[in-house]
């Protein structure tokens, strides 16, 4: 059961990746979920490089985190976090990679954290 559900994902990531690329210009947000936390990374697939990352474990946004109770709130706090981070390195339009997870719950909490940091996707 559990092979069989990180081969679909792994399936629907790469269906998407066909459509969607980062650029120098626009990089892409590319999302990971685990059953504890929520990872965010903008890359540049151009040159093959992490721009920026933001997670549940970043010591940056502990104490925030640590208010919130639920991973969703935890979620979009990551989201705002790594917007921040983009506009200080001169992003402001980006790509949104879901990661071959539904554009639901956690995974709408980033992207919405990140809308409201100031990225537009």
């Known amino acids: 059961m559990f092979k069989k559900d990180t081969q679909k994902r792994t399936r629907k990531q790469i269906r998407v990746r066909k459509k969607i690329a980062g650029s120098t210009e626009r990089p ?9 936390g929520i990872y965010a ?10 721009v920026a990352s933001s997670s549940t474990l970043s010591k940056e946004i502990a104490e925030e985190l640590k ?31 879901r990661g071959g997870y539904q554009y639901h719950g956690r995974v709408k909490a980033v ?6 940091g100031g990225l537009k996707f």
Not at 111 to 116: N, P, S, T, V, Y
């Open 28 to 36: 892409r947000i590319a999302i990971f979920r685990s059953n504890s």
């Open 41 to 50: 990374q903008l890359i540049d697939d151009s040159k093959g490089v992490t």
């Open 111 to 116: 992207a919405e954290g990140a809308r409201e």
């Open 67 to 97: 208010a919130v109770k639920t991973k969703t709130e935890q979620a979009k706090i990551v989201g705002k976090h790594l917007a921040k981070i983009a506009i200080e390195k001169g992003f402001s339009v980006v790509v949104f990679d």
